[in-house]
């Protein structure tokens, strides 16, 4: 293991590659009515889903501490990893880089921490690419590069019912989620420069899920490309929206997933989010 890859709870990685890859994954917290839980282990995003279905409760989320950091790297390098590659969801969006980076101090040039600039199957992606580089032994500077490379690859899109949630968590400013209050309209955003942001607004959800498909097709370029689709508690949908991206996307669709994003994300955008997630893979 010259080289191990830690990531965080958010990158939400499909079922079925679980096992298949060698990563480390540090789990954020979710905290419900005042309890806090580590996320998808302690607390999973469909407690998360009834909570915020009920207007009294309140959730919040919060990064991992540096020392939970710390001890993940320390026992990686222990095991015998000569170095490692942290990669995690967009300082942006979350203390978490800072805290990897915080606790990557400690173990000097051994430890390389990279910002996704995303989160979910973007956040995923790119740290599949570098378990699969560390996997077949390139070294500390080169899996780092590997990670870089394909979080610069991929377009994160998103649908959500209402913006009442990003705006409450400070993940959106509160003039976007405003206008789309104001004109009762479905908004549809993405992520840019690690930041989420208003792509457009529509006015019925069906027309919403439509375009999402529109602007993943528009985002997959010429080339070769993987799709995951995010949902939270709506698998079906989740299936629909993939199909209609594969109809379209034809032979240039290679990996599909359907995941379901965890309790950290769901606290953020609520229930109703549909997300796709496109990674185009680099020209070999």
């Given at each position: 293991?010259?080289?191990?890859v830690?990531?965080?709870?958010?990158?939400?990685?499909?079922?079925?590659?679980?096992?298949?890859?060698?990563?480390?994954?540090?789990?954020?917290?979710?905290?419900?009515?005042?309890?806090?839980g580590?996320?998808?282990?302690?607390?999973?995003?469909a407690?998360?889903?009834?909570?915020?279905?009920?207007?009294?409760?309140?959730?919040s989320?919060s990064?991992?501490?540096?020392?939970?950091?710390?001890?993940?790297?320390r026992?990686?390098?222990?095991?015998g990893?000569?170095?490692?590659?942290?990669?995690?969801l967009?300082?942006?969006l979350?203390?978490?880089?800072e805290?990897?980076?915080?606790a990557?101090?400690?173990?000097g040039?051994?430890?390389?921490?990279?910002?996704?600039?995303?989160?979910g199957?973007?956040?995923?992606?790119a740290?599949l690419?570098?378990?699969?580089?560390?996997?077949?032994?390139?070294?500390?500077?080169a899996?780092?590069?590997?990670?870089?490379?394909?979080?610069?690859?991929?377009?994160?899109?998103?649908?959500?019912?209402?913006?009442?949630f990003?705006?409450r968590g400070?993940?959106?400013?509160?003039?976007?989620?405003l206008?789309?209050t104001a004109?009762s309209?479905?908004?549809?955003?993405?992520v840019?420069?690690?930041?989420?942001?208003?792509?457009?607004?529509v006015?019925?959800?069906?027309?919403a899920?439509?375009k999402?498909v529109?602007?993943?097709?528009?985002?997959?370029?010429d080339?070769?490309?993987?799709i995951?689709?995010h949902?939270?508690?709506?698998?079906?949908?989740?299936a629909?929206?993939?199909?209609?991206?594969?109809?379209?996307?034809?032979d240039?669709?290679?990996?599909?997933?359907i995941?379901?994003?965890?309790?950290?994300?769901?606290?953020?955008?609520?229930?109703?989010?549909?997300?796709?997630v496109?990674?185009?893979?680099?020209?070999?």
């Amino acid at each position: 293991m010259p080289v191990a890859v830690v990531t965080d709870s958010t990158a939400y990685l499909p079922v079925e590659l679980a096992g298949s890859y060698e990563l480390t994954v540090v789990p954020l917290t979710v905290v419900i009515n005042g309890a806090d839980g580590l996320e998808g282990i302690e607390i999973q995003p469909a407690e998360v889903a009834r909570a915020l279905g009920e207007r009294r409760a309140a959730v919040s989320t919060s990064r991992p501490a540096p020392s939970q950091f710390a001890a993940a790297y320390r026992e990686l390098l222990d095991a015998g990893a000569d170095g490692i590659v942290s990669i995690h969801l967009s300082a942006r969006l979350s203390g978490t880089h800072e805290a990897a980076a915080l606790a990557a101090a400690e173990f000097g040039s051994r430890v390389e921490v990279v910002d996704s600039g995303t989160t979910g199957m973007g956040l995923g992606f790119a740290a599949l690419a570098a378990a699969t580089a560390a996997g077949q032994g390139q070294d500390l500077s080169a899996v780092r590069g590997e990670a870089v490379t394909h979080a610069e690859r991929v377009s994160t899109l998103f649908y959500v019912d209402t913006l009442e949630f990003l705006r409450r968590g400070g993940r959106i400013n509160a003039a976007s989620a405003l206008v789309g209050t104001a004109l009762s309209v479905k908004p549809i955003l993405h992520v840019a420069d690690g930041a989420i942001v208003v792509k457009d607004r529509v006015r019925t959800a069906g027309r919403a899920l439509a375009k999402l498909v529109d602007f993943a097709v528009e985002a997959s370029g010429d080339g070769l490309v993987d799709i995951a689709v995010h949902h939270l508690q709506s698998p079906d949908r989740a299936a629909a929206l993939a199909d209609h991206v594969a109809m379209r996307l034809g032979d240039r669709l290679r990996d599909c997933y359907i995941t379901e994003i965890g309790a950290v994300v769901a606290a953020h955008v609520g229930p109703g989010v549909a997300g796709i997630v496109v990674h185009r893979r680099p020209a070999t």
